[in-house]
């Protein structure tokens, strides 16, 4: 079933805000995805994907591996909004046409609240790393 090339219906987020390409793996706590960086990204800014480009696409990773597992469960995709962020680190911001992978891991759960690490590469080289928090809207019954 994986890779996922049609990503939009596991995200809550819908076009132009859209940050990821493909839901490449999952594997215990852990999702990867990549994404194709476009002149018409709405984050993208002369010819650069922007540090919230960035930290959007860290984002929507774990947003895209909650997605699959709704959906594997037939329930609909829960909204999720970025709580904190910390240790934000960008050591090189991508440019248009660069694809880049993103892993995010999940290292908590507590109630409604995720807390992730991502990292975003472009081919071996690391481009930007944070932690996150991402409060979940509860799911209607």
Same mark, same amino acid.
């Given at each position: 079933m994986l890779p996922?090339?049609?990503?939009?219906p596991l995200l809550p987020q819908s076009s132009p805000f859209i940050m990821v390409?493909?839901?490449?793996?999952?594997?215990?706590?852990? =999702? =990867?995805?990549?994404?194709?960086?476009?002149?018409?990204?709405?984050?993208?800014c002369q010819g650069v994907f922007t540090e919230a480009g960035l930290l959007?696409?860290?984002? *929507?990773?774990?947003?895209?591996?909650?997605?699959?597992?709704?959906?594997l469960k037939n329930k609909p995709v829960q909204k999720?909004?970025?709580?904190?962020?910390?240790?934000?680190?960008?050591?090189a911001l991508p440019k248009v046409n660069d694809e880049i992978t993103t892993e995010i891991e999940e290292t908590g759960v507590?109630?409604?609240?995720?807390?992730? *690490?991502?990292?975003?590469?472009l081919e071996e080289k690391l481009l930007a790393q944070c932690e996150m928090r991402i409060f979940l809207q509860a799911e209607e019954d």
């Open positions: 996922v090339h049609d990503i939009a390409s493909k839901l490449l793996n999952m594997e215990a706590g852990k =999702t =990867t995805t990549s994404f194709i960086i476009e002149e018409s990204n709405v984050l993208v959007e696409n860290i984002a *929507q990773t774990a947003a895209a591996g909650a997605g699959y597992h709704a959906s999720g909004y970025i709580g904190a962020v910390k240790n934000f680190i960008i050591f507590v109630f409604n609240m995720q807390t992730i *690490q991502g990292k975003v590469w």
